[in-house]
């Protein structure tokens, strides 16, 4: 379908929902300025349809509105790195037959990050959604170092581990500090002087291939990512490129 327009009540008819908080005491008259607000960035048909207190002098909003605008399909070029059609025998075989060595892999959720659940699923034996995790794989020599490991650190154990892929995950994106760690990291690597030996992956919910190669990472994994699918993105550009 092209172009394409957000979809609610009918097909085409643009409609949204935006969530909010304005630093203001919840009334009828912070309703309106909501809905004023949404007006504002473009809408139509604005409908503010809660408005709550959440804290004193702010307050939270869910508004409807419809938006004329739409994109165009076609002029949107992505790369996906999720479809793969490996399974995990195959993958150790590739590594075996074109790599010659077990490849080491250290994870880790990076800055203040205390969110594991993310690189555990793709980690971890037990894996995510029957997807057994890199662990379990025998031409894969996993480290997994936990949460809250400082760029420097982590940049500092793939030196001295001779890592060869590093899996760099943050969930908190607050004022960019995810792009700030993930931008660090890259540069950390490049003045130790392993970047160029180094696959280096970003992950993470909000996280996209496009922003990590805007990041200037191999690649980058987000929601919904199986396990299998970061192990045959490894497998296959060691045994194309390394």
Not at 217 to 233: C, H, I, Q
Request: charged share 20%; aromatic share 8%; proline share 2%.
């Amino acid at each position: 379908m092209n172009p394409v327009r957000p979809y609610g009540d009918t097909l085409g008819d643009g409609k949204v929902q935006l969530s909010f908080t304005l630093p203001l005491d919840w009334s009828e008259a912070a309703d309106e300025a909501a809905r004023q607000l949404v007006a504002k960035m473009g809408f139509t048909e604005v409908a503010v349809s809660e408005g709550r207190s959440i804290a004193s002098g702010f307050s939270f909003f869910v508004v409807y509105a419809s938006t004329p605008v739409s994109v165009d399909l076609a002029a949107i070029a992505v790369t996906s790195l999720r479809t793969h059609g490996l399974s995990m025998d195959e993958i150790d075989a590739l590594v075996r037959a074109r790599v010659g060595r077990k490849l080491r892999i250290a994870g880790a959720c990076i800055g203040t990050d205390a969110h594991t659940v993310g690189i555990d699923a793709i980690l971890n034996m037990k894996g995510y959604k029957g997807d057994y995790g890199l662990e379990r794989y025998k031409e894969f020599v996993v480290f997994n170092l936990g949460s809250q490991v400082s760029v420097e650190d982590l940049a500092r154990f793939a030196k001295e581990n001779a890592i060869d892929a590093i899996l760099a995950s943050q969930v908190v994106t607050q004022k960019g500090s995810d792009i700030q760690n993930f931008t660090a990291l890259s540069e950390l690597l490049e003045a130790d002087g392993i970047r160029d030996r180094t696959l280096l992956i970003a992950g993470g919910p909000r996280m996209t291939n496009l922003l990590a190669s805007e990041l200037g990472y191999d690649a980058g994994f987000g929601r919904g990512t199986l396990p299998s699918e970061v192990a045959a993105f490894i497998a296959q550009r060691f045994s194309e490129h390394r």
